[in-house]
Nanobody
Framework: QVELVESGGGLVQAGGSLRLSCTAS????????MGWYRQAPGKQRELVAS???????EYGGPVKGRFTVSRDNAKYTVDLQMNSLKPDDTAVYYC?????????WGRGTQVTVSS
């Protein structure tokens, strides 16, 4: 079983920054992909950013150039640095791990950006 625990959400003004962190524990494949998804009220969950064990990254269109995803393979962590935040970034952010054919999710952390 894999557990993902997020931290770092909160309330910030537009233009500000936040950093999210996620720590994984349990048994999982070394060659996994970790990342962040978000879901706003009334909308589908969408990819924010992902990063492979080999540090290959992928970003969702709305966050390119503003958010940066990173990971520490030794500590089993993945971080999301969010800059130039906009009210449209308001959502619950979920940590995700794809390990083999298994998909794991954290409980989510709320990010609210005020205008």
């Amino acid at each position: 079983q894999v557990e993902l625990v997020e931290s770092g959400g909160g309330l910030v003004q537009a233009g500000g920054s936040l950093r999210l962190s996620c720590t994984a524990s349990g048994v999982f494949c070394r060659d996994n992909v970790m990342g962040w998804y978000r879901q706003a009220p009334g909308k589908q969950r969408e990819l924010v950013a992902s990063i492979s064990h080999y540090h290959i990254t992928e970003y969702g269109g709305p966050v390119k150039g503003r958010f940066t995803v990173s990971r520490d393979n030794a500590k089993y962590t993945v971080d999301l640095q969010m800059n130039s935040l906009k009210p449209d970034d308001t959502a619950v952010y979920y940590c995700n791990m794809l390990s083999g054919s298994s998909n794991y999710w954290g409980r989510g952390t709320q990010v609210t950006v005020s205008s």
